[in-house]
């Protein structure tokens, strides 16, 4: 059995950073382990702007700790009006990515787009400059059961988008459904995808399970929502394949504790500290840890056509405890697992 594993750099390509004090809590987590990460651009306002995006990234970066080498790799959030010139100026300014957002889908959506056709003219500069479009792949028309809002969308809106524009660079973010591996497989390589630690660890069960019996667990609640357990498997297939398609995102999206264990409570599962943890723990439990540096370290930086990072991080076979929470401005912030005990650890 292997104790230890020593990987490349990891990367995470789907990150939620937050801004203000938030930043001192949560960047130096994300920069202990990963080389780069691309931040997600749902703050409040969004960032829509190229320049708004240099200035988050100002920001950013002086929350890394120093002496630490972690770059956040910027992305705009795609608005029904996002002019299709500033995507000329995301290019200068070194943006990678442009998020869509259906509007109302998800946390900080609700300036999101209300109808792709609205967005035509910005798509086409975006196909012709090479920058990818990230997508928050689920429908949100009330109808729609929330358990089927992704396999609807990829059918309703990406199978016609991606005819319209066949060389757009796409990656359907956090997917959580068979359905949703079917589709990248089958797609060309302008299609990526990116997998979190906790959609490949656990299954809908896991938010309403107690110590001895039934209960509501808000910190397993995040969207895309946990799927059924042949969902869960379907991803776990897809991330140790081997295929260059999948990658890590850890999605690791911090809420204050308060606002996640109340009446209505925010969606977003705060995997940061302890990341490549559970991805260790999700590819050894199927015999797969060979393939974990392929998905973390090289597979998203080939799809964005970055440089795979030099230096190494090593996982070793140790229980440990996660940290019960960590001060976050004047709240508290709870890790997924905090209290729990994990197998590997980050040495
Ligand atoms: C994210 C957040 O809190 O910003 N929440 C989540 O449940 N994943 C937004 C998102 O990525 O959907
Ligand atoms: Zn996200």
Same mark, same amino acid.
């Given at each position: 059995?292997?104790?230890?594993?020593?990987?490349?750099?990891?990367?995470?390509?789907?990150?939620?950073?937050?801004?203000?004090?938030?930043?001192?809590?949560?960047?130096?987590?994300?920069?202990?382990?990963?080389?780069?990460?691309?931040?997600?651009?749902?703050?409040?306002?969004?960032?829509?702007?190229?320049?708004?995006?240099?200035?988050?990234?100002?920001?950013?970066?002086?929350?890394?700790?120093?002496?630490?080498?972690?770059?956040?790799?910027?992305?705009?959030?795609?608005?029904?009006?996002?002019?299709?010139?500033?995507?000329?100026?995301?290019?200068?300014?070194?943006?990678?990515?442009?998020?869509?957002?259906?509007?109302?889908?998800?946390?900080?959506?609700?300036?999101?787009?209300?109808?792709?056709?609205?967005?035509?003219?910005?798509?086409?500069?975006?196909?012709?400059?090479?920058?990818?479009?990230?997508?928050?792949?689920?429908?949100? $028309?009330?109808?729609?059961?929330? @358990?089927? #809002?992704? %396999?609807? =969308?990829?059918?309703?809106?990406?199978?016609? +988008? /991606?005819?319209?524009?066949?060389?757009?660079?796409?990656?359907?973010?956090?997917?959580?459904?068979?359905?949703?591996?079917?589709?990248?497989?089958?797609?060309?390589?302008?299609?990526?995808?990116?997998? $979190?630690?906790?959609?490949?660890? @656990?299954? #809908?069960? %896991?938010? =309403?399970?107690?110590?001895?019996?039934?209960? +509501? /667990?808000?910190?397993?609640?995040?969207?895309?929502?946990?799927?059924?357990?042949?969902?869960?498997?379907?991803?776990?297939?897809?991330?140790?394949?081997?295929?260059?398609?999948?990658?890590?995102?850890?999605?690791?999206?911090?809420?204050?504790?308060?606002?996640?264990?109340?009446?209505?409570?925010?969606?977003?599962?705060?995997?940061?500290?302890?990341?490549?943890?559970?991805?260790?723990?999700?590819?050894?439990?199927?015999?797969?840890?060979?393939?974990?540096?392929?998905?973390?370290?090289?597979?998203?930086?080939?799809?964005?056509?970055?440089?795979?990072?030099?230096?190494?991080?090593?996982?070793?076979?140790?229980?440990?405890?996660?940290?019960?929470?960590?001060?976050?401005?004047?709240?508290?912030?709870?890790?997924?697992?905090?209290?729990?005990?994990?197998?590997?650890?980050?040495?």
């Amino acid at each position: 059995m292997m104790q230890t594993i020593t990987l490349t750099r990891p990367d995470d390509w789907h990150l939620h950073l937050r801004d203000g004090v938030a930043l001192q809590t949560v960047v130096p987590h994300s920069a202990a382990q990963f080389g780069r990460a691309i931040v997600m651009p749902n703050l409040q306002p969004p960032i829509t702007t190229a320049a708004a995006a240099l200035a988050y990234r100002a920001r950013i970066r002086a929350a890394v700790p120093p002496g630490v080498q972690f770059e956040p790799l910027m992305t705009l959030y795609l608005t029904d009006n996002l002019p299709a010139d500033e995507i000329k100026r995301a290019v200068e300014a070194g943006v990678v990515a442009v998020k869509l957002y259906p509007a109302g889908a998800t946390t900080h959506s609700d300036a999101g787009v209300t109808d792709l056709r609205k967005t035509w003219k910005t798509l086409e500069a975006m196909q012709r400059a090479g920058m990818p479009l990230l997508l928050h792949g689920e429908v949100t $028309t009330p109808e729609v059961d929330i @358990f089927d #809002r992704e %396999a609807v =969308f990829i059918e309703r809106q990406l199978i016609p +988008l /991606r005819h319209d524009f066949p060389e757009l660079k796409i990656v359907l973010e956090h997917i959580t459904t068979r359905e949703a591996v079917q589709y990248v497989n089958a797609a060309d390589r302008f299609t990526g995808a990116t997998l $979190t630690a906790h959609h490949l660890l @656990f299954n #809908r069960n %896991a938010i =309403f399970t107690g110590a001895s019996g039934a209960g +509501l /667990r808000p910190h397993y609640f995040c969207l895309p929502v946990l799927k059924r357990e042949m969902h869960r498997q379907a991803l776990l297939q897809a991330a140790s394949s081997g295929s260059a398609k999948f990658f890590l995102g850890s999605d690791s999206a911090p809420h204050a504790a308060h606002l996640k264990e109340s009446a209505v409570g925010c969606a977003g599962c705060y995997t940061a500290p302890v990341a490549m943890e559970l991805y260790a723990q999700a590819f050894d439990s199927v015999g797969a840890l060979d393939q974990l540096e392929a998905f973390a370290s090289f597979n998203g930086a080939d799809f964005y056509g970055l440089p795979r990072n030099s230096g190494h991080i090593t996982l070793k076979r140790e229980t440990w405890v996660v940290p019960e929470s960590f001060a976050y401005d004047e709240a508290l912030l709870k890790p997924l697992r905090s209290g729990e005990t994990l197998p590997w650890r980050m040495v």
